[in-house]
Structure formats: structure tokens, C-alpha cells
């Protein structure tokens, strides 16, 4: 998968990861990934179009 980048709200920091899930809900697409820091998730907001691409 390419890598994308995320942000940890619980840690404060940026980091980038090539293992994440697209997630779509309420019709919004979502990168989720397990967080660097911690147990927690961090989820990142995909456009449409986006989305598609880090389908394939």
C-alpha cells in the first residue's frame, strides 16, 4: 500500500504508515491505522477520489 500520513491526537505527533484500512462511514472515507504511541487508532479523512486510489 503507499505510504500516507497520519497525526496522533493523543500523542501530538505526525507519523506515516503503509498498513491501514479504508473505512467509509455516513458516506465519508476514512484511513485507519494502529497508532504509533499507543493501543489507539488514528483515523484519517479521504476524499472520494482518494479513497479509490488506496483501494487498489
Do not use: N
Request: net charge positive.
Amino acid at each position: 500500500m503507499k505510504e500516507i500520513s497520519f497525526y496522533d491526537v493523543k500523542s501530538k505527533s505526525k507519523f506515516t504508515s503503509s498498513e491501514y484500512v479504508i473505512k467509509e462511514k455516513a458516506g465519508r472515507f476514512f484511513a485507519v491505522t494502529k497508532a504509533k504511541s499507543g493501543p489507539h487508532e488514528c483515523w484519517r479523512v479521504l476524499g472520494k477520489d482518494e479513497a479509490q486510489k488506496l483501494k487498489k
